[in-house]
């Protein structure tokens, strides 16, 4: 069974630019959470969705910072513009769904985001 | 928000050895997790155990909800055991996202 599918694995950014993650999560599975891993630090959560709709983004800064999952299958998050601070890794996991945030979650590889 | 504190912030053993990780958090949970991040930035989920214990071949897992604290053994280390080791719990106060410590970072040298 694969994994949760992240891409691209890096990019490389001036800042003002925009910039977009994919992520595939574990087939049939309901939860997609977007974290953001700062250097040293444990991952933090951006936007939890259960299937298309966004149940939980109070940590997602929606001025520049959005995100999607049009079918509740893959999801897109978008940075527009990008600034130096942004630089992290992105994290996507999916867990089964119906529990909330009490599911096991599985992670991606991550998206390490560098902006010059 | 939930505390989570990780202790020891950083270890190195040598291989064969026993190591035992913490957390301590600060108020009930109903969802505790553990995760290996290898060097290469995966997680990978170890444990879901938001009370009693668990084992997984080497690896082991305890946690004591009404002490607030949970405990990760790693017995007879492998240099793969390498990464850093997060734990990650859920306030039982609402449906709230997990909050990942700052981890513990092991080396473990052949």
């Known amino acids: 069974e694969a994994g949760v599918v992240q891409s691209p694995r890096y990019k490389i950014i001036e800042k003002k630019q925009p910039v977009a993650f994919w992520c595939n999560p574990i087939s049939g599975h309901n939860t997609l959470y977007w974290y953001l891993q700062n250097l040293g630090q444990g991952p933090e959560l951006l936007i939890r969705?259960?299937?298309?709709?966004?149940?939980?983004d109070s940590q997602l800064p929606k001025d520049r910072f959005s995100a999607e999952r049009l079918k509740g299958v893959d999801s897109t998050l978008k940075i527009q513009p990008a600034e130096l601070g942004d630089s992290a890794v992105y994290l996507c996991a999916s867990s089964e769904g119906g529990a909330g945030h009490t599911d096991t979650q599985y992670f991606g590889p991550g998206t390490r985001l560098t902006v010059l | 928000g939930i505390q989570v504190e990780q202790s020891p912030p950083d270890l190195i053993l040598q291989e064969g050895a026993n190591s035992t990780l913490r957390c301590n958090f600060s108020d009930s949970v109903n969802n505790l997790q553990w995760f290996h991040q290898n060097p290469w930035g995966q997680l990978i989920n170890l444990f879901y155990?938001?009370?009693g214990t668990k084992q997984n071949g080497r690896l082991s897992a305890t946690t004591v909800a009404t002490e607030r604290y949970s405990l990760l053994y790693i017995s007879s280390s492998q240099t793969t055991d390498s990464g850093v080791y997060f734990c990650?719990?859920?306030?039982?106060?609402?449906?709230?996202?997990?909050?990942f410590g700052k981890g513990t970072r092991l080396s473990v040298i052949a």
């Open positions: 969705y259960e299937n298309e709709e966004a149940v939980d």
């Open positions: 155990i938001p009370s």
């Open positions: 990650a719990v859920g306030s039982a106060s609402g449906n709230t996202p997990l909050v």
